[in-house]
């Protein structure tokens, strides 16, 4: 796997629709593997985070966060991501660390799969094998990216804010020291509870939910 590089590192103010506030050190990335416009926010005092990590202290936490356009931007009570994106950055920003958002929409298979998956699941199939149904496989994220994005920040030590125990084993095999997955918190809703009990069923995603059964 090859070395990608920082691109360009620009500071932005964040405002979320229920009033929280933020700063970010948003960084662009040049040589990723799959030439994808991947970013990192840099949340808190990531900077001092990782050094402590470098010395030997507490690893910083990170979040890598796959892209939903529809739970992130519009609020979809469908999947539970935009609540987990809005958690992520109120406590990483308090310890120092990274939300690495990756643009790997509907696991992989892009917007408008996903969008037809939505419309099997209606249908009685879950999330997963929705994906299966269209040619795709249950989960086709690969996260070589955010390993390479990592590196390039300096942080090959780290915290993951993760229910997802494949996130932290692909980054193992990439090279990422994972010191502990902290699960998030359950964040379910009437329109999503089948939807995070077939996480749960399927990929042992560590949430404690009566419909995961």
Wanted: charged share 20%.
């Amino acid at each position: 796997m090859d070395d990608a590089t920082v691109r360009s590192q620009v500071r932005i103010p964040l405002r979320l629709p229920d009033g929280y506030a933020t700063t970010a050190d948003v960084f662009s990335f040049a040589g990723l593997a799959d030439a994808g416009e991947h970013v990192a926010f840099g949340l808190g005092d990531w900077a001092g985070a990782r050094a402590r990590a470098a010395a030997g202290g507490p690893a910083p936490l990170v979040r890598p966060h796959s892209e939903c356009l529809t739970g992130d931007a519009f609020g979809s009570q469908r999947c539970d991501c935009g609540p987990q994106l809005r958690e992520a950055l109120e406590r990483i920003g308090a310890t120092g660390g990274f939300v690495l958002y990756l643009r790997q929409e509907g696991r992989g298979i892009g917007l408008y799969a996903k969008l037809e998956a939505y419309a099997l699941q209606d249908a009685g199939l879950d999330t997963y094998e929705a994906n299966v149904a269209l040619g795709h496989g249950e989960d086709e994220r690969d996260y070589t990216v955010a390993a390479q994005m990592l590196r390039a920040l300096g942080a090959d030590r780290v915290a993951l804010l993760t229910n997802n125990p494949d996130k932290a084993s692909q980054l193992a095999r990439l090279g990422v020291t994972v010191v502990e997955s902290v699960p998030t918190g359950v964040h379910l809703s009437p329109a999503n509870g089948r939807y995070l009990a077939a996480k749960v069923r399927r990929f042992a995603h560590t949430l404690h939910i009566p419909a995961a059964r």
